[in-house]
């Protein structure tokens, strides 16, 4: 999950410093540096949700600095051991004389900044927890792009190979894009771009194809319904953002929605995915959360209160027992409908935030494998230069208390995936299949009761 730095660290992190200039203050490390090591040493020890032992910090510094210095080809590297102070500011100094004392070893192999960064994932992985990482400038854009989308020039479709005829299918279409303006269409059969064959072509050479500069064209060859149209649909592209959700109805009016993370802007295009079902006369719907990694808390919440009324959706604990529950945000469907959700061991976080909410709450049914349990939120806090550490800051328990860390969630109808399944496509889909037959059962119930 992603914060912005806590604005009531700024006074200690200052103390921090100070305390760090008040010894002999290293020569190499600049100020930026020295200030990165000493907010992630404040956040890791004050926002981690467990307690934090300062030696097992500055022994864990040491070790990555040594193991840096080896990688970088200083085999004969030595440095002192470390002993912790009761004061913060004294263990952030001794961080920093160790990685002065590491530049002085590595001569030309290194420099001061890498060393620093590696103090700073010494300190991160101290703790020993998978999601306490540090992260250097790449890495943090790269996390910024998996949640939030990019941009670029392109047509605005989802592309995959068509099983039988191996040319490419579009497999969802962006609302209001230009493909979508254009009038191509969920299912049609892309034979050729720009006059190049797509029998069997790769989805992302396909896709390099399609992509390009804003206000060019592309021309594509389509067929529909298994039938050629009588001239090439030239499209010209436009800027595109990734989205995260994808809809599409399926028999019986039932609504297929599918998430592929939990993003800034995913609960926005939830509700519009939502209203374009409604205009279209949904029934019921199937959210699809299989292989989804998770995202932002904000969005789980904004997400589950789609389809929950009123009442908790999580309760988050941090340091010290103290815990945070968010309630619907009043913002459900009205009327309700039936709704399955499809998981699987890749459903994780974010993910089963909202399954164990909806879950507990009894509003739908959870159907396919036990998810990943991943029961801890993180906070990111950036850092000056562009780079990021990443904290367990807590823990999260579904409305009925329930801590799924390392467990998961159990289905409520379990059925595994069935051999190399395509996702969304119900003749090769067991899970979906499954979660269309129950929910035919629940329109099925609710129409005798209602006659």
């Keep these: 999950m992603k914060a912005q730095p806590l604005l009531l660290a700024c006074a200690c992190i200052a103390a921090l410093l100070a305390g760090s200039a008040a010894g002999a203050a290293p020569a190499t490390l600049s100020s930026a540096d020295q200030g990165e090591i000493a907010v992630s040493y404040q956040y890791l020890t004050t926002a981690f949700y467990q307690r934090v032992s300062p030696q097992v910090v500055l022994d864990s510094v040491r070790s990555d600095l040594l193991a840096t210095l080896r990688r970088a080809g200083v085999a004969s590297a030595t440095l002192p051991a470390l002993h912790a102070n009761g004061l913060a500011g004294a263990n952030v100094h001794a961080i920093d004389t ?4 590491a530049v ?28 306490t990482v540090f992260l250097d400038p790449r890495e943090y854009a790269a996390l910024n792009q998996d ?30 894009g230009p ?61 595109i953002h990734d989205v995260s959700v994808f809809e599409k109805m ?27 079902l409604q205009q279209e006369g949904v029934r019921a719907i199937v959210l699809d959360l299989r292989d989804n990694g998770g995202g932002y808390l904000d969005s789980a919440i904004a997400v589950s209160s789609k389809f929950i009324a009123s009442g908790p959706i999580v309760s988050v604990e941090e340091r010290a027992s103290n815990v945070t529950t968010w309630e619907a945000d009043d913002t459900a469907i009205s009327p309700p409908l039936p709704l399955a959700v499809l998981v699987n061991g890749h459903t994780a976080s974010a993910s089963e935030i909202t399954s164990g909410a909806i879950q507990d709450s009894g509003v739908g049914a959870i159907i396919g494998t036990r998810t990943f349990g991943k029961g801890v939120v993180q ?7 562009g780079s990021a550490v990443k904290i367990t ?11 799924i860390n390392h467990l998961g ?39 005798d009761n209602n006659n």
């Design 98 to 101: 160790e990685v002065e004392r």
């Design 104 to 131: 002085s070893e590595a001569g030309h192999h290194s420099s001061a900044h890498l060393l620093s960064y590696a103090a700073i994932d010494g300190i991160m992985r101290s703790v020993n927890d998978r999601y």
């Design 147 to 176: 949640l939030d989308g990019t941009d670029f020039g392109g047509v605005g479709i989802v592309i995959q190979q068509d099983d039988q005829s191996h040319y490419i299918s579009v497999s969802n279409v962006i609302p209001d």
């Design 179 to 239: 493909a979508d303006k254009a009038g191509i269409q969920q299912d049609d059969v892309i034979v050729t771009i720009d006059g190049i064959s797509t029998k069997n072509m790769e989805p992302l050479q396909a896709s390099r194809h399609l992509r390009g500069q804003q206000g060019t064209t592309v021309s594509l060859g389509i067929e529909r319904l298994g039938k050629p149209l009588s001239a090439p649909i030239v499209i010209t592209r436009a800027l």
């Design 250 to 276: 399926l028999p019986n009016r039932i609504g297929y929605v599918e998430l592929t993370v939990f993003g800034q802007s995913t609960g926005a295009e939830l509700t519009s995915a939502i209203d374009r």
């Design 379 to 385: 906070t990111i806090y950036p850092l000056g230069d």
């Design 393 to 403: 800051t807590a823990r999260y328990l579904t409305p009925h208390n329930r801590d």
């Design 409 to 447: 969630i159990a289905p409520d109808i379990n059925i595994a995936e069935n051999a190399a399944p395509r996702f969304g496509d119900p003749s090769r889909d067991s899970q979906l299949q499954r979660a269309l037959q129950y929910l035919n059962d629940q329109l099925a119930r609710l129409s």
